[in-house]
Antibody, heavy 117, light 111 residues
Framework: EVRLVESGGGFVQPGGSLKLSCAAS????????MNWVRQAPGEGLEWVSY????????YYAESVKGRFTVSRDNAKNSVFLQMNSLRADDTAVYYC??????????WGQGTMVTVSP | QSVLAQPPSASGTPGQRVTISCSGS????????VTWYRQLPGTAPKLLIY???QRPSGVPDRFSGSKSGTSASLVISGLQSEDEADYYC????????????FGAGTRVTVL
């Protein structure tokens, strides 16, 4: 079964850090382009970050550039999102998603990040 | 303010045809393919249409997509109660390095 499972979400104070993980199974992770997409409560989808198969190319949304870092471990079929200097407007459900055909064809169930004093 | 413009809502009765528009610019829809996603309440988004008009395996043929210039459309023919969901369009944008943009989403209500 093709699957993505996120973990690592939780409550954090403004200015704090959190590292999200996403474990992949059921497909060849090492040849897949991976992304993070988030959704604030009651809001729409916002793309956050992209990482290429070999980690040679990284992209970030302007809203997180300089604060978030995406990485992956192909040996462990996992992608990560290190989030630093968190702000209240980073509060959202964070999804990892596989990029295929210029769109996101596999999504995880999401992990909730709440930034609050 | 989303880069891709979608109507906030659409509705129809069972069996009706519903069209959702997605308007962009030359740097996104005009240069790249459009993808549509469906999000049922409380669940993760799901791929509905890719490459402007292609349906993944398992997506009913009542869903169809099209693109012309800097706009795209999703058509639901024969609306069903289970189609009540949020629908998002998305595309890569060439104006900024590696940016993917979504529409704000359209809430479809089955009357």
């Amino acid at each position: 079964e093709v699957r993505l499972v996120e973990s690592g979400g939780g409550f954090v104070q403004p200015g704090g850090s959190l590292k999200l993980s996403c474990a992949a199974s059921g497909f060849t992770f090492s040849t897949s382009y991976m992304n993070w997409v988030r959704q604030a409560p009651g809001e729409g989808l916002e793309w956050v970050s992209y990482i290429s198969r070999s980690s040679s190319t990284l992209y970030y949304a302007e809203s997180v550039k300089g604060r978030f870092t995406v990485s992956r471990d192909n040996a462990k079929n996992s992608v990560f999102l290190q989030m630093n200097s968190l702000r209240a407007d980073d509060t959202a459900v964070y999804y990892c998603a596989r990029l295929e055909y210029d769109g996101f064809d596999i999504w995880g169930q999401g992990t909730m990040v709440t930034v609050s004093p | 303010q989303s880069v891709l413009a979608q109507p906030p809502s659409a509705s129809g009765t069972p069996g009706q045809r519903v069209t959702i528009s997605c308007s962009g610019s030359s740097s996104n829809i005009g240069s790249n393919t459009v993808t549509w996603y469906r999000q049922l309440p409380g669940t993760a988004p799901k791929l509905l249409i890719y490459d402007n008009n292609q349906r993944p395996s398992g997506v009913p043929d009542r869903f169809s997509g099209s693109k012309s210039g800097t706009s795209a459309s999703l058509v639901i023919s024969g609306l069903q109660s289970e189609d009540e969901a949020d629908y998002y369009c998305g595309a890569w944008d060439d104006s900024l390095n590696g940016l993917y943009v979504f529409g704000a989403g359209t809430r479809v209500t089955v009357l």
